[in-house]
């Protein structure tokens, strides 16, 4: 039997790996669901031993550098994810938890869109016209795609 030091280092270890199969190399080999899964394996071994938790592992950070092709950009406004959201239970309780943040009780109306091979952009027009795409990557400085 493993013991908890070993899982946590397996599933950092493995998590690195598809993290940078995915960012940097955009070669990704699992899944998203499978990384997401692995990813609450880790959490959940992390919070019943916050003592094991270190500062390089997967869930103390966000992805991994982008390609040095890419050129950074600032988003105007930030690409924000559901966190995992893959049914309607979980769905609705992503969105009480931003009810529940807001300050005036506005009730917040959603607009929401399949997700697609784990691709997601923001498209910029400038005057009605194309003007780039933006990834999420990593926070709020993206790569940049040309078309």
Known sequence: MESIEQQLTELRTTLRHHEYLYHVMDAPEIPDAEYDRLMRELRELETKHPELITPDSPTQRVGAAPLAAFSQIRHEVPMLSLDNVFDEESFL????????????NEKVTWCCELKLDGLAVSILYENGVFSQCRDPWRWHHRGRYHV
């Open 93 to 104: 309780a992503f969105n009480k938890r931003v009810q529940d943040r807001l300050k005036n």
